[in-house]
């Protein structure tokens, strides 16, 4: 059972358009980051958002965090090529023993130019 | 600042045999955790570890050992390796459990 799901896993679109991609669950968290990973290299931290409802941006990158903290979706906008690369959503549960991180599946985002 | 540092970053065994790959964080985190991570599934935790000597099992375990002696370094060891373990495997360590995770480059292990 995947306590994270997360869509959509493959995205391939334009440079300049925009993309949404989600992370949904039932399990409540007390906060949620997002990375970012690149081909041989591991996830780099871009956000973390605690609060229900909080929004915050990064650039052209938007993430909010559900008011149930139950969900979250990052919303690029004008994406770029250089924004190409596997997003991954991951939630610290309300309970968690040892700071264990809840991963989403990913989503492989191709922008071409 | 090296962060978190995997050695070896690539290698091949064939089935059967042992190996050990290491995890060394100079960031004084008390926090270690190693996953892998498989095409469509994510980062799948295996073990992770509270502190100098403490380890627990996470979510894929088995044909697996860790260890984490000395506080800046966890070693996750595999007994006799299998090819449903070929992965990239990741090490991360945090601070503290409102801290986010810091993540190596990843080992890339083929079991032929």
């Known amino acids: 059972t995947q306590l994270l799901e997360q869509s959509p896993q493959f995205l391939s679109i334009q440079e300049g358009e925009n993309l949404t991609v989600y992370c949904n669950s039932s399990?409540?968290?007390?906060?949620l980051q997002w990375y970012r990973q690149e081909p041989g290299e591991g996830p780099v931290l871009l956000v973390t958002?605690?609060?229900?409802?909080e929004v915050k941006k990064l650039k052209r990158l938007t993430f909010q965090f559900g008011d149930a903290r139950k969900d979250s979706s990052l919303h690029i906008t004008a994406a770029q090529p250089g924004d190409t690369g596997l997003y991954l959503c991951?939630?610290?549960?309300?309970?968690?023993?040892?700071?264990?991180?809840?991963f989403g599946q990913g989503t492989e985002l191709s922008v071409k130019p | 600042n090296a962060g978190v540092t995997q050695t070896p970053k690539f290698r091949v065994l064939k089935t059967g045999q042992s190996m050990t790959l290491l995890c060394a964080q100079d960031?004084?985190?008390?926090?270690m955790y190693w996953y892998r991570q498989d095409p469509g599934m994510g980062l799948r935790l295996i073990h992770y570890?509270?502190?100098?000597?403490?380890?627990a099992k996470g979510e894929v375990p088995d044909g697996y050992n860790v260890s984490r002696l000395k506080k800046q370094n966890f070693l996750l060891g595999l007994e006799s390796a299998a090819p449903s373990q070929t992965s990239v495997y990741f090490c991360?360590?945090?601070?503290?459990?409102?801290?986010?995770?810091?993540f190596g480059d990843g080992t890339r292990l083929s079991i032929l």
């Open positions: 991951a939630g610290d549960l309300v309970y968690n023993q040892g700071g264990k991180l809840i």
């Open positions: 958002v605690v609060t229900g409802g």
């Open positions: 991360a360590s945090r601070a503290s459990t409102d801290q986010p995770q810091h």
């Open positions: 399990s409540v968290f007390s906060s």
């Open positions: 570890s509270v502190g100098e000597g403490t380890t």
């Open positions: 960031m004084n985190h008390e926090y």
